[in-house]
């Protein structure tokens, strides 16, 4: 083991040779190669890969998005119209009481 | 490929090059394996975690960015998936320690041997934390920079001068009390 302190910036060289040696075993030029071939062999992960990964997710969302987008902008719903749909609105809606005359001559009838 | 340097390699396999790619490999395969052994130990997990990140690596070489340096990016990957297996097997093998286990130092007596002398470098080399271990192996063993391990491990710069320092610091104490006790 070298001299230098634990706070050198520098790598120690025999340090290094010596967790080299220790990491390293006699099959490392046949692993690399067995490593090279694997790899490559296993292939790429093209376009149609990230797509398909993706697809679920991003149905998902665009059918939440489209679930929110109609909530929001849906039309209000419209009464139909008519005579018999509209009279009782209008009534609701009279801006003026009845006068006493049209009342008192209702109720004299209703005798 | 061998004339090519690691940048124009890189931006080669980025572009979808596999010879490319199989040169990358060819020259950092050694470097991941002493990555992986450094956390997995020898054995088929440090292989299987190496082979994992490597095929990692050449599926996600369009997401590499290539004005950044390519072997920091590529030894990250290879020591998360290092580092999940190690935590795989962790949870798999979770249970009372052996007793044996409790000193893995050979009695410096009997370590008389270069394989021995190696032995207990690789003992001493396991009780430390595995992200010095990372550490100290890309520094001294690899010639990394702070700055590139700190890219490998995701930690600051300054965390990474800490792991190297106390990594140092116990081998050479460990490696200072075998040599004084060896015959």
């Known amino acids: ?111 | 490929m061998s004339h090519v340097d690691e940048a124009g390699l890189a931006r080669l396999a980025a572009a979808g090059d596999g010879d490319a790619f199989g040169a990358l490999v060819e020259r950092y395969g050694g470097q991941a394996r002493r990555v992986a052994r450094s956390i997995l130990g020898i054995g088929e997990d440090a292989d299987d975690a190496v082979q994992d990140g490597m095929i990692a690596a050449w599926r996600a070489i369009g997401r590499y960015d290539p004005g950044r340096p390519f072997r920091p990016w590529l030894m990250r990957i290879v020591a998360n998936a290092a580092l999940d297996l190690g935590r795989r097997r962790k949870v798999r093998q979770a249970g009372p320690i052996p007793e044996s286990a409790e000193s893995s130092f050979v009695a410096p007596d009997r370590a008389t041997d270069h394989v021995l002398f190696r032995e207990e470098f690789r003992a001493a080399l396991e009780t430390l934390p595995e992200r010095q271990r990372v550490a100290v192996v890309l520094f001294d063993a690899e010639g990394y920079s702070h700055a590139e391990i700190a890219e490998v491990l995701k930690v600051p710069e300054g965390t990474v001068r800490s792991y190297v320092f106390h990594a140092r610091r116990a081998l050479r104490r460990a490696l200072g009390a075998f040599q004084e006790e060896a015959p």
């Not at chain 1, 025999?14 to 046949?30: F, N, P, V």
């Not at chain 1, 790899?39 to 149609?48: C, H, N």
């Open chain 1, 1 to 111: 083991m070298s001299e230098q302190s634990a706070f050198d910036n520098s790598p120690d060289p025999e340090l290094g040779a010596q967790l080299r040696a220790a990491l390293d075993t006699a099959d490392g030029d046949l692993f690399v190669a067995r490593l090279r071939q694997t790899v490559l062999a296993a292939g790429r992960e093209d376009s149609w890969d990230v797509l398909s990964r993706w697809a679920p997710r991003g149905l998902v969302a665009a059918i939440a998005a489209a679930a929110l987008l109609w909530m929001v902008a849906r039309p209000e719903p419209v009464a139909p119209a008519g005579p018999m749909a509209s009279a009782p609105m209008q009534m609701e809606v009279a801006p003026q009481h009845p006068e006493a005359a049209v009342l008192t001559v209702a109720i004299l009838e209703g005798r």
